[in-house]
């Protein structure tokens, strides 16, 4: 079974720039995440997707973060203009149907560097 | 005061020793308790997952839960090379706004050397 994928790895930008990632669930998976790692911390959940419909966006930065997912597959995460503390890892997760318990199964994360 | 804390570390072990890692949680809403192993520029992995209080036993991995101290941990026997890695707790609601959110802890950077 093929894992999340997540494209690109690492991505340099300036501060004011803007920027895209995208993330292929696993097949099946209803349910899509996309986390913000920051060094030296855990993954803080930003934006979670139930098919294409948003079930939890609350700690998404919507002023500057957006992020859609057509058709219930792949989702975009995009940041415009990009600040210097958006520094940080960008994963995205999925799980079967987002049930209480469910297991989360991660991407391998795009690395962020705003200069 | 965030709702799960861990300590960062780094801890260091020699190959073979006992480690222990901890997390405390305040938030009596997580009743799924999991431990991800991530490795240097790797996405987290899925170690072990319990629900309830006590032992869990995978292998050289042991994942214990205390829900009436809200603290849980992780034991490696053996340790090796290999298991050189951030470990990071996270914990899941069973209502509320924590229901079906992985909140995480910091996470803690483990080296085991030869």
């Known amino acids: 079974e093929a894992g999340v994928a997540q494209s690109p790895r690492y991505k340099i930008i300036e501060k004011r720039q803007s920027v895209a990632f995208w993330c292929n669930p696993i097949?099946?998976?209803?349910?899509l995440y996309w986390y913000q790692q920051i060094l030296g911390q855990g993954p803080k959940l930003l934006i979670q997707?139930?098919?294409?419909?948003?079930?939890?966006d609350s700690q998404l930065p919507k002023d500057r973060f957006s992020a859609e997912r057509l058709k219930g597959v792949d989702s975009t995460l995009k940041i415009q203009p990009a600040k210097l503390e958006d520094s940080a890892v960008y994963l995205c997760?999925?799980?079967?149907?987002?049930?209480?318990?469910?297991?989360?199964?991660f991407g391998p994360g795009t690395r962020l560097l705003v200069l | 005061q965030k709702e799960v804390e861990q300590d960062p570390g780094p801890l260091s072990v020699p190959e073979g020793a006992i480690v222990s890692l901890n997390c405390t949680y305040s938030n009596s809403a997580f009743q799924y308790f999991m431990w991800y192993r991530q490795y240097s520029r790797k996405g987290p992995e899925l170690l072990m997952y319990t629900y309830s209080s006590g032992n869990k036993e995978d292998g050289r991995f042991t994942a214990q839960v205390d829900k009436s101290s809200k603290y849980i941990s992780l034991f490696i026997r053996d340790s090796q090379p290999s298991d050189s890695a951030t470990y990071l707790c996270?914990?899941?609601?069973?209502?509320?706004?924590?229901?079906?959110?992985?909140?995480f802890g910091q996470g803690t950077i483990l080296t085991v050397h030869p």
């Open positions: 097949s099946g998976h209803a349910t």
């Open positions: 997760a999925s799980s079967f149907q987002g049930a209480g318990g469910e297991t989360q199964y």
């Open positions: 996270a914990m899941i609601g069973a209502g509320g706004t924590s229901y079906g959110k992985l909140t």
């Open positions: 997707f139930q098919n294409n419909g948003v079930v939890d």
